[in-house]
């Protein structure tokens, strides 16, 4: 018989790993250092390593290498120097077993890696010097690298940002995910609307990545389940599947800065299990087995774009399960390779759920614990819930996760039953808690019985977490008071607040060298290993000399932003007007409309009064929007068709630009932070969650024109009211305006230049006369407006107002952009990552025992 059983394979591979592991355990001498250091971080080396890795890896020779061949070389170069670090990571937290953090996430918008990684190395100047002597620019390598782009905003790139702290705090950690063979979509503008595009980053191949198929694991899916009694005569459960997929570790090396340690992003890829295809083959079925092989790998083919909105799409569902399991089994496969018992599962791991995507890992540890380990209910369900922790990321109901009951049935059958187990059990507990009150017990339930039934994943999620927590102080009040009161109700001491945070090393460090250049020689440059340092800059907010070279950095740094947009628009902008900023994902609740309003206010006014001052401004938009979101998609079109108007009007051009920068990714946030002076935050109060972006701006010296809303908040109180451009509405006068009925046309008679700024809009001018092509955003406006912009809109045209008279006052501005950078310590993800280990985790850091590292 020609079959092979791919679990055997596995077992086998598993005995090989352990014998491996075996000789680490022995001291460092025991370790076969290569006989030719391939490692050295000296120049000739390096170059050395970089001509090897043309001829070898890529089969080229300088003069015919294309630019692609260069990259990867050095990609390949610098990864090397990454292994032996990565090596001792494994085998210090493999000696001693070490409590590990799971970073469960759907999403990792990683941002390239090579600056990056020789960032953390050290080696910059030197592979810089290295390249120089080949003749080569190490910027344009840079340049030449495509982003993984898995995926869609500020969940994802947090995901990216925590992962880097936990390296850099020598936390030991791996962050699971899936190995998406298209991330984000590639965003164009064609005639001012967004068109997607596909993103096949792998096309070139990933240097960063190694597959280890040796540590494959299989993932059943569908099918339905079977009651029986064992040999030993106990009660179990059988799942038979529908199919089986293989899921396939991609490991990528994620060093800390300046540390020996660096950890593991696992990502899982979806592949056709043999024994599956051997089934059909034996059949003759040859193009069967081909075409089933390709639904099998469809599994990790796209990333979903759509967030903050469901989906209900069955494949959406299976990869969410297959990356979650695939993780699970692994850290089960770490356990017993660690020798430890898998009820102290719970005392190794310490998972964390980014947003409800994994949260199928509560019934699946579950299944994995009580069906395939046998360890009784009680016992699983304590370790379970000892192990999980739930980050709650939105306030908006129509984004919360829930799964039709019969889609899910379908998919994951046994995990139904599990599910139906724990909320009996749940609900039971519940019901002494709040007795009589079935109301409430309808409401906490997993199950949403309310029309269509469906599976409630946040509520999952809390039942099975120790620990549920916001992203940023009024978002974690705003749960425990409105979406998941009834949860802290129950148990008010699951429920904690942590500020997001994003890391100084790629967002200031990397992004912004002349920045770091200057802070650096005033204060030493322990700030980018301990972002709260950079408060001792703060002295220098009022010396003219620091504040000059301050605003020519600034200035610089928008002069490389303007060849950017140059390059990936055609408009040519002036670098000495004010930057003003919104960028993030396309969404109503963000408010990109009220901007372009604004922008349409202020042209009407500079068209009218012809010799009116203001300040020039070039106003700089980028994000995407969700291809099903038809709402978000015409928000783009109204600021390009608004663009396209005023850039080309002789009138106001030298005064106001409109840009729309697109395909809004890690790699264009790099220059846009850095570049910007305006930072626009101005969600509606109550919607936002934290935002990531806010910090990014105010670290690189931006202001802030904000609302109250998400870490906006807390960035006001940190830099000082002074320093923060308010207005709107809070999060207290949305809710009682809602509830004394918001008629919308009330606060459009109270400003008459809204109304002939709508109106305007309305007649065509901005497209071509087309008086309907805007109706749909116009008319919601004027009868639902549901995110309040009318209410807001005059409080924001007065608080821009403030803005130009800051802007006027050069060294005034200096100052505020000073202080906003100084007092940014609590912004980075390093203060995060300490909250989550000493309040969720329990976690600590390990530092790493060198041995194959110098
Ligand atoms: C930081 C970041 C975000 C999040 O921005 P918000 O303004 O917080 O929504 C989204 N996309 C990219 C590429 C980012 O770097």
């Known amino acids: 018989m020609n079959r092979i059983d791919p679990k055997e394979a596995i077992l086998n591979d598993h005995a090989n790993a352990t014998i491996a592991v075996r000789k680490n355990e022995s001291p460092a001498g025991a370790y076969p250092r290569p006989e030719h250091d391939r490692s050295s971080l000296s120049r000739e080396s390096l170059k050395r390593a970089f001509l090897d890795h043309l001829l070898y890896t890529q089969g080229k020779s300088l003069d015919i290498a294309s630019k692609n061949d260069l990259y990867q070389s050095l990609a390949h170069t610098v990864r090397d120097r990454l292994v032996p670090s990565w090596f001792d990571t494994a085998a210090t937290y493999q000696k001693r077993n070490a409590r590990t953090v799971a970073y469960l996430s759907a999403e990792f918008l990683m941002g390239p890696y090579l600056g990056n990684n020789l960032l953390s190395l050290g080696v910059s100047h030197e592979i810089r010097l290295a390249m120089s002597e080949l003749g080569l620019d190490l910027d344009e390598l840079l340049r030449q690298e495509e982003e993984p782009g898995l995926g869609n905003g500020g969940l994802g ?106 950890n593991t992003l696992r990502l899982w890829r979806a592949e056709a299990t043999e024994s599956f295809d051997f089934h059909v083959f034996n059949r003759g079925d040859y193009l069967g087995a081909v075409s089933k092989k390709v639904t099998s790998e469809n599994l990790s083919k796209v990333l979903y774009p759509n967030d903050e909105s469901r989906q209900g799409k069955e494949l959406r569902l299976e990869q969410q399960y297959f990356f979650v399991s695939c993780s699970l089994q692994d850290m089960l496969r770490l356990q017993q390779q660690r020798g430890q018992a898998i009820t102290s599962f719970h005392k190794s791991f310490a998972i964390q759920l980014n947003d409800t995507h994994p949260a199928i890992g509560v019934a699946e540890l579950m299944r994995l614990l009580v069906d395939e380990h046998l360890v009784p209910w009680e016992r699983a369900w304590d370790i379970t819930r000892q192990t999980f922790a739930y980050t ?73 977490s120790h620990a549920i927590n916001g992203v940023a102080n009024l978002h974690s009040e705003l749960l425990k008071r409105d979406l998941l009161k009834d949860f802290y109700a129950m148990w008010p001491e699951k429920f904690q607040s942590m500020t997001n945070g994003v890391t100084p090393r790629r967002w200031v460090a990397l992004s912004n060298p002349r ?26 907010a009022d010396d003219p000399s620091f504040g000059g070279e301050w605003r020519a950095i600034k200035r610089a740094n928008k002069v490389d932003l303007a060849a950017v947009i140059l390059r990936k628009t055609g408009i040519r902008v002036d670098p000495d007007s004010m930057f003003d900023v919104q960028v993030k994902r396309i969404h109503e609740y963000k408010r990109q409309h009220l901007s372009a309003l604004h922008i349409a206010a202020l042209y009407h006014r500079l068209k009218s009064q012809r010799n009116l001052d203001i300040v020039p401004r070039t106003f700089i938009f980028g994000g995407k929007a969700a ?43 790099q220059w846009v932070y850095p570049a910007a002076e305006l930072s626009e935050q101005i969600s509606l109060a109550g919607k936002e969650a934290s935002g990531t ?108 107002t403030r803005v130009d008279d800051a802007y006027r006052d050069t060294q005034g501005w200096t100052r505020m952009s000073v202080l906003n950078t100084a007092r940014t310590g609590k912004f980075s993800s390093d203060r995060a990552i300490r909250e989550y280990c000493e309040r969720i985790w329990k976690a600590h850091a390990v530092p790493v025992e060198k041995m194959y590292a110098r």
């Open 515 to 540: 920045l770091t250049k200057l802070v650096t020689r005033c204060i030493g440059d322990e700030w980018i290993k301990d972002w709260s340092l950079i408060s001792n800059i703060e002295p220098y």
């Open 693 to 800: 972006g806010n910090m990014k701006f105010a670290m690189n010296g931006a202001l802030t024109i904000g609302t109250m809303d998400g870490a906006n908040i807390e960035i006001r109180e940190e830099v000082g009211e002074d320093q923060f451009f308010l207005f709107g509405l809070t999060a207290e006068e949305v809710y009682a305006l809602r509830r004394e009925g918001y008629r919308p046309q009330e606060h459009l008679a109270r400003d008459p230049e809204l109304a002939s700024v709508l109106d305007l809009i309305r007649s065509g001018f901005f497209s071509r006369g087309d008086s309907e092509l805007f109706a749909p955003l116009l008319d919601d406006l004027l009868h639902h407006d549901p995110y309040m912009l009318l209410a807001d809109y005059s409080s924001y045209a007065a608080c821009q």
């Open 392 to 464: 709650n990321h939105t306030l908006l109901p129509e984004a919360l996760e829930r799964w039709p009951l019969e889609l899910f049935r379908r998919v994951l059958p046994r995990h139904l039953e599990i599910i139906y187990e724990i909320n009996a059990r749940f609900l039971n507990e519940a019901r002494i808690h709040f007795f009589g009150d079935e109301t409430r017990i309808a409401r906490l339930s997993l199950i949403d019985e309310s029309g269509e039934r469906y599976v409630r994943m946040a509520h999952l999620a809390c039942v099975g």
């Open 157 to 262: 790139r947090l995901a990216a940002c925590f992962i880097e702290s936990l390296a850099t705090l020598e936390v030991p950690a791996i962050g699971y995910g899936i190995r998406y063979e298209y991330g984000i979509f590639y965003q164009t503008i064609m005639d001012g609307w967004q068109v997607e595009n596909t993103d096949a980053w792998l096309r070139y191949g990933n240097p960063w990545e190694i597959q280890h198929a040796e540590w494959a694991v299989q993932v059943k899916l569908g099918g339905h389940t079977e009651q029986y009694t064992d040999d030993s005569g106990r009660f179990r459960v059988r799942w038979v599947p529908e199919k089986t997929v293989a899921g396939v570790p991609f490991d990528t090396p994620i060093p800390g800065y300046r540390v020996g340690t660096t």
């Open 627 to 669: 291809p099903g979101y038809a709402r978000a998609k015409l928000m783009i079109k109204l600021i390009t068709a608004i663009g396209d108007v005023i850039n080309n009007d002789p009138d106001v051009r030298d005064r106001l630009k409109v840009v729309f920068l697109p395909n809004y990714s890690v790699t264009l946030g």
